[in-house]
């Protein structure tokens, strides 16, 4: 099979413990299985024939409740959308009420159907070279105009919202070691302070400094996991200036010490990446 560009499948055989991780922007339609996500305090069932949309980066937990388990997943293109965006000028402008950055509901025929093309012309390099991009448009456009795409259709707007609490997450994703000046950074995205934090709140279900602790946290464990580098290291790197407070909070997040992943550095399950640089599994 030809690769097409943003599509996975991913597979669990057996039912998983809850894991931590971060979400990049991602449509996710289950096709057995369930998982259950929690994002902020919200949790999710995302059973067989639903479908998860995700506009921004977030820092979420999830497990498998019901294997084995088998998703479709293909990466959401923002510059695609844009395009759709422009093509489609005020008809693109439908309601962003109540909006998440996290939404799950059943999938809908129109966009299950544009999936199911958008694989099956893997079986032929040459469809996949001419059609493919043609349906992964059509995939975003599906996308952009469903009911529950109110987030995305935000996004695409320089002046909402949305967008600068995207621009703020590029800008802790990129120095996510570095001392954090709430301040600073609602300055950059243009927006006061108590805006800033209201707003990125609402996307993310945290505040600016949580998700930063997240990302780290995220990044120290992907690197013990690998086994190349010590606790104490690990907890400098990410910029914890104390190997006792990275330790308390590692077990907080994950529940359990950094010494436990440290020690055992076996195959976890199936994921796709996973650093506060790549995004992870869904």
Request: proline share 5%; net charge negative.
């Given at each position: 099979m030809s690769p097409l560009p943003g599509l996975r499948l991913l597979r669990y055989a057996v039912r998983t413990e809850f894991?931590?991780?971060?979400?990049?922007?991602?449509?996710?339609?289950?096709?057995?299985?369930?998982?259950?996500?929690?994002?902020?305090?919200?949790?999710?069932?995302?059973?067989?024939?639903?479908?998860?949309?995700?506009?921004?980066?977030?820092?979420?937990?999830?497990?498998?409740?019901?294997?084995?388990?088998?998703?479709?997943?293909?990466?959401?293109?923002?510059?695609?959308?844009?395009?759709?965006?422009?093509?489609?000028?005020?008809?693109?402008?439908?309601?962003?009420?109540?909006?998440?950055?996290?939404?799950?509901?059943?999938?809908?025929?129109?966009?299950?159907?544009?999936?199911?093309?958008?694989?099956?012309?893997?079986?032929?390099?040459?469809?996949?070279?001419?059609?493919?991009?043609?349906?992964?448009?059509?995939?975003?456009?599906?996308?952009?105009?469903?009911?529950?795409?109110?987030?995305?259709?935000?996004?695409?707007?320089?002046?909402?919202?949305?967008?600068?609490?995207?621009?703020?997450?590029?800008?802790?994703?990129?120095?996510?070691?570095?001392?954090?000046?709430?301040?600073d950074l609602a300055h950059d995205v243009g927006m006061s302070v108590s805006a800033f934090h209201r707003q990125f709140k609402a996307v993310t279900a945290s505040s600016p400094l949580q998700y930063q602790k997240d990302l780290r946290l995220l990044e120290a464990r992907r690197m013990l996991r690998l086994g190349t580098v010590t606790v104490s290291a690990a907890a400098y790197d990410v910029g914890y200036e104390s190997p006792n407070q990275f330790s308390r909070e590692y077990a907080r997040k994950f529940g359990w010490s950094p010494k436990h992943d440290a020690r055992s550095r076996t195959a976890r399950p199936p994921s796709v990446a996973g650093s506060p640089a790549s995004g992870a599994s869904v």
């Open positions: 894991e931590a991780t971060l979400y990049e922007p991602v449509v996710c339609v289950v096709l057995r299985g369930r998982k259950e996500t929690t994002f902020g305090e919200r949790t999710f069932d995302v059973g067989a024939g639903a479908c998860l949309l995700v506009s921004h980066d977030l820092p979420v937990v999830s497990r498998i409740v019901e294997a084995p388990y088998l998703a479709l997943l293909l990466d959401v293109n923002l510059d695609t959308l844009r395009g759709l965006h422009d093509e489609l000028g005020t008809a693109s402008s439908l309601g962003t009420t109540e909006a998440r950055a996290l939404e799950v509901h059943d999938t809908p025929p129109p966009l299950l159907d544009a999936l199911g093309r958008y694989v099956a012309v893997a079986e032929s390099p040459t469809d996949a070279k001419v059609l493919g991009p043609m349906l992964a448009k059509e995939v975003h456009y599906r996308l952009l105009t469903a009911p529950f795409g109110g987030m995305l259709r935000s996004l695409l707007r320089d002046d909402s919202s949305a967008s600068a609490v995207a621009n703020a997450i590029t800008q802790i994703r990129r120095r996510f070691r570095e001392s954090l000046v709430v301040a």
